[in-house]
């Protein structure tokens, strides 16, 4: 009973580049939410998504961000054009129904550095 | 003002004594009250979560909440070098949509 998947583990980019950060849910969890912890930071709400539906973005800043939770297939954060401000850990959760009836199981993580 | 604060500490127990957590938050409306645990370089882990007003006991902790004060807590008794880690505390908004409000985490050492 695998539990919330990310990968990979640690992204290094150089600045400017892409970074693809991926997510796979519990079995049988269908809403993903996105978080992003700075260092010495508690951890910011970015996104949250159900199976092809962005619910609510307002934790994702206006450019350079996007979250897709596609039919088949993980969660996806990308960052484009990287900076060294994006360096962080980024952990994906999920859940079976809303969040106020059974909490969230995060992930392990992505930590991704900006070089 | 922040909308979930909590102490940064470090906060030091001695093995053996109760560890006292704090949280406040200021959104009047918030419904569902979460602790995670986080080990320094490991993702939240989900200890405890509660939705009315009292007491909540599992094990070796205890949440309170009182939400006339807005204020939330989290007791540890027979505290353990394992539990020395980064408490944070989570409220979800009035809205209820899935996204949950974290403070910044208190610190807690507990020393053998």
């Known amino acids: 009973n695998a539990g919330v998947m990310q990968n990979p583990r640690h992204l290094v980019r150089r600045r400017g580049q892409e970074a693809r950060l991926r997510c796979s849910p519990m079995k049988g969890h269908s809403h993903v939410y996105w978080y992003r912890q700075l260092p010495e930071e508690g951890l910011k709400f970015m996104v949250y998504l159900q199976k092809e539906n962005i619910i609510d973005e307002s934790g994702m800043p206006k450019e350079r961000f996007s979250a897709e939770f596609p039919k088949e297939g993980p969660s996806i954060l990308r960052i484009q054009q990287v900076v060294r401000g994006d360096s962080a850990a980024y952990f994906c959760?999920?859940?079976?129904?809303?969040?106020?009836?059974?909490?969230?199981?995060f992930g392990s993580g992505t930590r991704l550095t900006v070089v | 003002q922040k909308e979930v604060e909590q102490n940064s500490g470090p906060l030091s127990v001695p093995e053996g004594a109760i560890a006292s957590l704090n949280c406040t938050y200021s959104?009047?409306?918030?419904?569902?009250f979460f602790w995670y645990r986080q080990y320094s370089g490991k993702s939240p882990e989900l200890i405890m979560f509660i939705y009315s007003n009292g007491d909540k006991e599992d094990g070796r902790f205890t949440a309170q909440l009182n939400k006339a004060s807005q204020y939330v807590s989290l007791l540890i008794r027979d505290s353990q070098p394992s539990d020395s880690a980064t408490y944070l505390c989570a409220v979800s908004g009035s809205s209820n949509t899935g996204k949950l409000i974290f403070g910044q985490g208190t610190t807690l050492q507990v020393k053998p």
């Open positions: 959104d009047r409306g918030s419904q569902s």
């Open positions: 959760a999920s859940s079976q129904g809303t969040v106020g009836s059974y909490g969230y199981t």
